[in-house]
Structures are given as structure tokens and as C-alpha cells.
């Protein structure tokens, strides 16, 4: 396997776990992270993509705010 070969399935799997958390975060944990806001559609919508670009900071926050509960 080349190292081309090895930066294309590690950016798809970047980009796969990415779409993966962003949605999960945009519907269920962007409410727990910011507690006492309300999020419309379209503000979920525009999360999404941040989301899932900075999956792993949008993770390392999430499971940060599930301890302090």
C-alpha cells in the first residue's frame, strides 16, 4: 500500500466518523453541551458541518459535559 493510498483511506475514514459525530452532535448533543438554549432546524443545519469538520474537539466537549451532569 502506498502512502497515497494510506492519506486517502485516512482522510475518508476522517471524513466518515466526521459526518458520523457532526450528526449525532447536531441532534442530540448540541442541546446537553449548551444547556438551556433552544436550537432550531436551521441552526442545527448550520452546525452540522463545523461538527463534523472538528469532530474531535466537538467529541472531546460532548463527553466533557456528560461528566458534569
Given at each position: 500500500?502506498?502512502?497515497?493510498?494510506?492519506?486517502?483511506?485516512?482522510?475518508?475514514?476522517?471524513?466518515?466518523?466526521?459526518?458520523?459525530?457532526g450528526l449525532?452532535?447536531?441532534?442530540?448533543?448540541?442541546?446537553?453541551?449548551?444547556?438551556?438554549?433552544?436550537?432550531?432546524?436551521?441552526?442545527?443545519?448550520?452546525i452540522?458541518?463545523?461538527?463534523?469538520?472538528?469532530?474531535?474537539?466537538?467529541?472531546?466537549?460532548?463527553?466533557?459535559?456528560?461528566?458534569?451532569?
Amino acid at each position: 500500500m502506498t502512502a497515497v493510498a494510506l492519506l486517502g483511506y485516512g482522510l475518508a475514514s476522517y471524513a466518515v466518523i466526521g459526518i458520523g459525530v457532526g450528526l449525532a452532535f447536531a441532534a442530540i448533543g448540541a442541546g446537553r453541551v449548551l444547556p438551556g438554549s433552544s436550537f432550531s432546524c436551521g441552526a442545527r443545519a448550520m452546525i452540522l458541518p463545523g461538527a463534523a469538520a472538528l469532530w474531535p474537539y466537538v467529541l472531546l466537549r460532548w463527553l466533557r459535559s456528560r461528566n458534569r451532569t
